[in-house]
């Protein structure tokens, strides 16, 4: 079995743009873009070979939903040992003309691919805009330890 560590970041930030027009999600995907180019350099300075890929690249939808998944280039770069970076992206919709899909929703529709191809995904740490980490009834958890 392959181990797996998968970097994403969130869209949330890039979502409250007018995505109504081409031009809207021309705007939306850019600022995703830089996003993605500063936490990507932040990675490169300390050393960690993180690979970007913008979702609408390799994802396909149909009404909202995940019509069609690519994973070939970021199974390609596991093996070659580098970190895939991921983050919300527009995303062309057969139905809808685009829909925006997050981070977290991008790494959910990888879990399992990447689990058909010998992956174990040991966890899925998701990182966002809260008071901290929730436990399952979703209360702040006051101190995070290695039994965690």
Do not use: H, W
Request: charge should be positive.
């Amino acid at each position: 079995m392959k181990e797996l560590i998968l970097i994403k970041l969130g869209g949330s930030l890039i979502t409250n743009k007018n995505n109504r027009s081409v031009y809207g999600l021309a705007i939306v995907q850019r600022d995703a873009f830089k996003i993605n180019r500063i936490v990507n350099e932040i990675f490169l300075e300390i050393g960690l070979p993180v690979l970007s890929f913008m979702p609408s690249s390799f994802t396909f939808a149909q009404n909202k939903k995940l019509n069609k998944l690519f994973t070939d280039p970021i199974i390609k770069a596991l093996e070659i040992g580098a970190l895939p970076l991921v983050l919300g992206d527009i995303i062309l919709d057969k139905k809808n003309g685009c829909c925006i899909f997050s981070g977290e929703t991008t790494l959910d529709n990888l879990i399992i691919p990447l689990q058909k191809a010998g992956y174990s995904i040991k966890k899925v740490i998701q990182c966002g805009i809260t008071e901290g980490i929730y436990d399952d009834k979703g209360k702040t958890i006051p101190l995070i330890t290695d039994n965690l």
